[in-house]
């Protein structure tokens, strides 16, 4: 049975997944560290773990399996999904597959030692746009279906 599982403390589209899901028909979990308001849609189920480093991700990543697509921005938590054969989309629409994550896990941490050995690199990248939020929600739909499908 597909679900749409989205690391949700810091996630800019939970809303927009949402509407995709009940198009859909397509049980979601949001899974957090808390703070997440709960949604009165039926289809929406919010999962509340321990506080802690890592706790969402251990929970997504313990759970996730084929036929599921995981909503993260955290790419070793990505990484994880993708070798537990579940479909992997960033908040930005780009979907991470077993094809490219290990570049844009290597880039990660390329730009984590820039960062470490340049005390004036710092800030992150580009700003969340319109632009993103619609490819996020083209790809999310392209995704779900293939799921549901498969």
Do not use: Y
């Not at 993708?82 to 880039?107: K, M, Y």
């Amino acid at each position: 049975m597909t679900r749409l599982l989205i690391d949700a403390d810091a996630c800019p589209v939970k809303a927009e997944a949402e509407r995709v899901a009940t198009r859909l028909g397509v049980r979601m979990v949001l899974v957090s560290n808390g703070g997440i308001r709960p949604s009165a849609n039926p289809l929406v189920e919010s999962v509340h773990v321990a506080q802690g480093p890592d706790e969402a991700d251990k929970w997504i990543a313990g759970a996730c399996g084929p036929g599921d697509v995981v909503v993260t921005a955290d790419i070793p938590l990505a990484a994880k999904c993708v070798a537990a054969g579940a479909r992997v989309l960033r908040p930005n629409g780009e979907e991470l597959t077993a094809r490219n994550i290990g570049i844009v896990l290597a880039t990660r941490d390329l730009m984590a030692d820039l960062r470490s050995a340049d005390p004036f690199r710092q800030g992150g990248g580009a700003l969340f746009s319109r632009a993103d939020r619609s490819r996020f929600l083209e790809t999310l739909d392209r995704l779900l279906r293939a799921a549901l499908h498969s």
